[in-house]
Nanobody, 126 residues
Framework: QVQLVESGGGLVQAGVSLRLSCAAS????????MGWFRQAPGKEREFVAA????????YASDSVKGRFTISRDNAKNTVYLQMNSLKPEDTAVYYC???????????????????WGQGTQVTVSS
C-alpha cells in the first residue's frame, strides 16, 4: 500500500507561483513513477506532469510546459509540482498519483495509476 498526501494548494492571483508537495509513505518510494493530475469542475481528470522513479526523466502536458516543473526528492519521499505564471484556467483540484509496477515506463493515462492522494485545491483568480 502507498499513502499519498498533497499540500500547498490555495487561492492566488494570476501570474504568481505555487509549489505543491506530495508526501508518500508505505512501499519504497524511489522505485515507482509519480504523476500530477488535475480535475476542474465538469471536466475529466487530465495529466499535468510525471517524473520517473529516479527523477531523471520528466514530462509535462503542453498546457503547462514551460510553466510547471515536476521534481522529486527520494530521500524525503516527496514529489513536487512547481507552478509558475499561474492562469485562471489552471484552477482545479490537483492530485498526485503513484504508478506501479516499480521501475516501469512513464504513463500519462490517469486510469493506469494505482494510488492517489486526496487532492489539493488550486484556485487562480484573474
Amino acid at each position: 500500500q502507498v499513502q499519498l498526501v498533497e499540500s500547498g494548494g490555495g487561492l492566488v492571483q494570476a501570474g504568481v507561483s505555487l509549489r505543491l508537495s506530495c508526501a508518500a509513505s508505505g512501499r519504497t518510494f524511489s522505485s515507482y513513477n509519480m504523476g500530477w493530475f488535475r480535475q476542474a469542475p465538469g471536466k475529466e481528470r487530465e495529466f499535468v506532469a510525471a517524473v520517473s522513479w529516479s527523477g531523471g526523466t520528466t514530462y509535462a502536458s503542453d498546457s503547462v510546459k514551460g510553466r510547471f516543473t515536476i521534481s522529486r526528492d527520494n530521500a524525503k519521499n516527496t514529489v513536487y509540482l512547481q507552478m509558475n505564471s499561474l492562469k485562471p484556467e489552471d484552477t482545479a483540484v490537483y492530485y498526485c498519483a503513484a504508478d506501479f509496477p516499480p521501475f516501469g515506463s512513464i504513463v500519462y493515462n490517469w486510469r493506469q495509476y494505482d494510488y492517489w492522494g486526496q487532492g489539493t485545491q488550486v484556485t487562480v483568480s484573474s
